[in-house]
């Protein structure tokens, strides 16, 4: 079974990755750019700890 916005999504993000030559580097330095000049804010959050597990 194909999921059409997902197969949008992955022809998207292929696109976006063959423009950078699949450069991971290159491609997140893109999406950071992207991300400043988007104008919103950006809101980054402190890692948090999982909780431990109780003791049987």
Same mark, same amino acid.
């Given at each position: 079974?194909?999921? !059409?916005? #997902?197969?949008?999504?992955?022809?998207?993000?292929?696109?976006?990755?063959?423009?950078?030559?699949?450069?991971? =580097?290159?491609?997140?330095?893109?999406?950071?750019?992207?991300?400043?000049?988007?104008?919103? #804010?950006?809101? +980054?959050?402190? !890692?948090?700890? =999982? !909780?431990?597990?109780? =003791? +049987?």
């Amino acid at each position: 079974m194909t999921d !059409p916005i #997902v197969d949008e999504i992955r022809q998207a993000r292929d696109g976006h990755a063959r423009r950078f030559d699949f450069n991971l =580097a290159a491609i997140c330095e893109d999406l950071r750019r992207l991300q400043k000049a988007c104008g919103h #804010v950006i809101v +980054s959050l402190p !890692p948090r700890r =999982a !909780p431990r597990p109780e =003791a +049987s």
